[in-house]
């Protein structure tokens, strides 16, 4: 079974980091490239970023410019997410999702949560 | 950007009727389209692929279909577990962007 499974959220203070990780199983995971999309309370679906199946091609969305950065290693089948200068605007889900040609997979998220 | 313009944003309907929700891209996206439908607290499920692809165990009440730039997802009869919030999405071209989504009430 093709899965995704996130982890690393929790609750930061305003200015903290913090760095979420995906682990993908059941399929070929160096195959693909592969996204942050989040989502805050009550709000709707936001991508973040974008890293190509090899990592050289990167995107990020506005919002997180210069502050969050992307990364992965196939070796291990991981996909992360480093976030810094976090704001109350980053408390969301994060979902690591592949948006493929003959699928589309999404983990279950993990919360991060910003506040003082 | 590619803009995803997804309407209604609310859509009152009772078990057993037919109902359609319409997105439309700002600029060709092929048929890069997926729909999801999500439930609070839960992570979006994808329901439609690939513009017309039924994802691997949904109900065959879910349909998708396509022209030009104006895509539509279609639930042929409304069953009860079918009330949620419903999102488009095109990944066509980075950023990818979702539509608003439309909340899908029991009339």
């Known amino acids: 079974e093709m899965q995704l499974v996130e982890s690393g959220g929790g609750m930061v203070q305003p200015g903290g980091s913090l760095r979420l990780s995906c682990v993908a199983s059941?399929?070929?995971?160096?195959?693909?490239?592969i996204n942050w999309v989040r989502q805050a309370p009550g709000k709707g679906l936001e991508w973040v970023s974008y890293?190509?199946?090899?990592?050289?091609?990167?995107h990020y969305g506005d919002s997180v410019k210069g502050r969050f950065f992307i990364s992965r290693d196939n070796a291990d089948n991981s996909l992360f997410l480093q976030m810094s200068s976090l704001g109350v605007e980053d408390t969301a889900t994060y979902y690591c999702?592949?948006?493929?040609?003959?699928?589309?997979?999404w983990g279950q998220g993990t919360v991060v949560t910003v506040s003082s | 950007d590619i803009q995803m313009t997804q309407s209604p944003s609310t859509l009152s309907a009772s078990v057993g009727d037919r109902v359609t929700i319409t997105c439309r891209a700002s600029q060709s996206i092929d048929t890069w389209l997926a729909w999801y439908q999500q439930k609070p607290g839960k992570a979006p499920k994808v329901l439609i692929y690939?513009?017309?692809n039924l994802e691997s165990g949904v109900p065959s009440r879910f349909s998708g279909g396509a022209s030009g730039t104006e895509f539509t997802l279609t639930i042929s009869s409304l069953q009860p577990d079918d009330f949620a919030t419903y999102y488009c999405?095109?990944?066509?071209?980075?950023?990818?962007?979702f539509g608003q989504g439309t909340r899908l009430e029991i009339k």
């Open positions: 890293i190509s199946s090899r990592g050289s091609t990167i």
């Open positions: 999702a592949i948006f493929g040609p003959v699928f589309v997979l």
């Open positions: 999405q095109q990944y066509k071209s980075n950023p990818y962007t």
């Open positions: 690939k513009s017309s």
């Open positions: 059941g399929f070929t995971f160096s195959s693909f490239s």
